[in-house]
């Protein structure tokens, strides 16, 4: 087993044991699984979650009775088919789940007892974040030893967080636009038992929820959420500083704190929130954010409020490309120091000004359901550039541009490739004029064009013997990376690739104890140019192209998006009426896949209905088609019959491409 190795340090997270399978050998080879974890990285981003075994398979790393096991995903999604369900998959780990709360809570707990500090942590889980049931479920399950509690930022997230959150040290922070149902929900559950804070972000809404509160007969527990001045640099920054869209400014804090005490209810004001966007990629913006905050909270205890909570929102990162940098897609600091940053800031500003330490609440959702889910999809089809380069023939009669772009094949050299590709491009724009022109034929120009990316693919064959190479042929490469096309929708499953050009690691799931000799970007099945990849992690770096292996003749090749667990389900539309994949709930027992439970993903008939067909309807207009050819004599009644059947069964069917 190839593991991600780690160095324990405040710096890092606490991270799962990891089995090793290995049986080294000294004997030399030329490709092994330890190269294919370097080259795609699964040692820096899986954290020790994922890795690959000396099969050359991905594995995920569980745990069962508190021992590690390693599961091969292949063997994963074998079973998955054996049971009737094919490829594109979504393989979902409560273990991974359990782990990330557990160590979220483990590196508060670490800070805490660090610095002796006299507050408690109480995290919450977004559920904005993946709202899936399951997910909720078992967030409130595996949560419960640590008084984990959720966030809801809607009327149906609050719904959903009141049927399963029932622990009554836990607490359920309301966030967002709240009208006269949302706020009796939540002071329902305040009767109930249920600490549900209620936070103020927007000036008009204290008039309404102390209304309601008089009527209901309950004290309710507000929060109010502040504008900070700290701003953060990451993806999300516009989430962060005075203009964000949500919160208070510093003014209309104090006008909350001044119609409490008019109406002498400040014992109601205990918590303090501020969100300084998701992701957050550097240290310094939490650190100078907590103090900010910390200042804000210790000046409304000064004023008469309650107070006792600092909930500190969001912004825990990933670091999706295992850079470890204040990069969008990464993060420079690890989870046991963003702990031990943010307690040891309020600790030091509460005792400064004589205040007891807060306990402390935090929303990472990205930081706690990104590992949990990874796509399986399979490749259907390959284009390759090199595949079909310079093997026509060259056609009688061509043009003389024809001919000497052939002579410049014939005298390429290391010396003369920057004078050889100004020829090149020279002759193949006059051709391609000549064509637009009617003055070559079809033939001559596909000769040409074949031939120019013949010349170009053996111009960067050469680039590795020069000083410096011709910019313009860097840039070429780029335009002969192989296609490969995947069975997946990109604005279903990964939209924030397409959204936000989000980076997630990518790699074969399978043949990894092979070297790849193809450098590919990626294509879903979607009619639309944007639904491609081309930004990935290979070998440390961003690049343009992901080395893939070439397939063989009837195997399948599947490949894994690995850390999607983050709102990539809760965002994903129907383009192209692609739906839900297939999701299976996975675990482990007796040193094997369990598959706890499983969702098909929608049928043809499903995302019709979505966007207003009955499918009853389209049966029936389809069969008066066919029945009107019947009568015109243009098909018989068996292919009627054969046809309607090959409609009905589509209609059940899964929208996705099946064997």
């Known amino acids: 087993m190839v593991e991600a190795t780690r160095t324990e340090s405040i710096d890092e997270d606490p991270s799962p044991p990891t089995s090793n399978t290995s049986n080294e050998s000294s004997a030399p080879v030329a490709w092994s699984a330890t190269d294919a974890a370097e080259l795609y990285g699964v040692n820096t981003w899986g954290k020790g979650f994922f890795g690959i075994c000396d099969r050359g398979e991905a594995v995920v790393n569980l745990t069962e009775n508190g021992q590690p096991v390693a599961l091969s995903l292949l063997d994963i999604v074998e079973g998955i088919r054996d049971r009737g369900m094919e490829a594109p998959l979504l393989l979902r780990f409560q273990d991974l789940l359990a782990a990330r709360i557990g160590g979220l809570n483990a590196a508060f707990a670490e800070a805490i007892k660090r610095n002796a500090y006299r507050g408690k942590y109480r995290g919450v889980y977004p559920i904005k974040v993946n709202q899936q049931h399951q997910v909720v479920e078992q967030v409130t399950r595996v949560g419960r030893q640590y008084h984990y509690g959720l966030e809801a930022g809607s009327k149906p997230e609050l719904l959903a967080a009141l049927a399963y959150m029932h622990d009554p040290e836990a607490y359920i922070v309301c966030n967002g636009y709240k009208d006269r149902e949302f706020i009796d929900l939540a002071l329902s559950a305040l009767k109930l038992g249920i600490q549900t804070v209620l936070v103020i972000e927007m000036p008009g809404e204290l008039d309404l929820i102390m209304e309601r509160a008089e009527e209901l007969n309950v004290s309710p527990i507000l929060g109010v959420r502040v504008k900070l001045a700290t701003r953060n640099d990451g993806r999300w920054s516009r989430s962060s500083g005075e203009r964000s869209v949500f919160g208070l400014t510093a003014d209309q804090v104090m006008e909350v704190v001044e119609s409490l005490r008019r109406r002498d209810r400040l014992d109601c004001l205990r918590l303090l929130h501020y969100h300084q966007g998701s992701q957050v990629p550097d240290i310094r913006a939490i650190r100078d954010a907590s103090m900010e905050a910390a200042r804000i909270y210790v000046e409304l205890a000064r004023e008469g409020a309650t107070m006792g909570l600092i909930d500190i929102g969001g912004g825990l990162a990933i670091d999706y490309d ?47 359901a990104a590992y949990y889910s990874v796509l399986i999809f399979n490749i259907l089809e390959v284009n390759r550039f090199t595949s079909h380069m310079h093997t026509l023939p060259l056609p009688e009669n061509s043009h003389a541009f024809v001919k000497h772009l052939r002579e410049v094949d014939e005298v390429l050299n290391d010396k003369n490739i920057q004078e050889c590709y100004n020829d090149a491009v020279y002759y193949r724009g006059e051709l ?45 490469e780029q335009d002969l990376q192989d296609v490969y096309y995947g069975n997946f929708s990109l604005f279903q499953s990964l939209p924030d690739t397409w959204a936000i050009d989000q980076l997630f690691p990518v790699m074969p799931i399978h043949r990894l104890n092979e070297k790849p000799t193809c450098s590919a970007i990626l294509a879903d099945i979607t009619c639309d140019c944007d639904g491609r990849m081309d930004d990935f992690l290979v070998a440390g770096e961003r690049r343009r192209s992901l080395p893939l292996h070439a397939l063989k003749n009837g195997d399948e090749y599947l490949l894994g998006v690995f850390l999607v667990g983050a709102y990539q389900e809760t965002l994903g539309d129907l383009h192209n009426l692609l739906g ?16 706890l439970s499983e969702l098909r993903g929608d049928s043809v ?4 209905s979505y966007v207003e067909y009955d499918p009853k309807q389209l049966v029936e207009r389809f069969r008066k088609l066919a029945e009107d050819a019947v009568q015109a004599g243009r098909i018989s009644a068996q292919e009627r019959r054969t046809m309607l059947a090959d409609y009905e069964d589509s209609i059940r069917g899964y929208t996705y491409f099946e064997p």
């Open 432 to 476: 391609l004029s000549l064509f637009n022109h009617g003055r070559i034929s079809l033939r001559e120009r596909a000769y040409a064009d074949s031939l120019f990316y013949h010349l170009v693919s053996r111009m960067l064959g050469r680039l590795e013997h020069l000083e410096q190479a011709p910019t313009e042929l860097e840039t070429l």
């Open 322 to 368: 295992g850079s470890r940098s204040n990069t969008p897609s990464s993060r420079n600091y690890g989870m046991l120091e963003y702990a031990t940053d943010v307690v040891e800031i309020i600790m030091t500003v509460c005792d400064e000004a004589g205040q007891p330490h807060p306990d402390i609440v935090s929303e990472s959702g990205r930081a706690v």
């Open 605 to 608: 008939a499903d995302v019709l």
């Open 580 to 595: 839900d994949t297939n999701v299976v709930n996975v675990g482990v027992k007796d040193g094997r896949p369990q598959y």
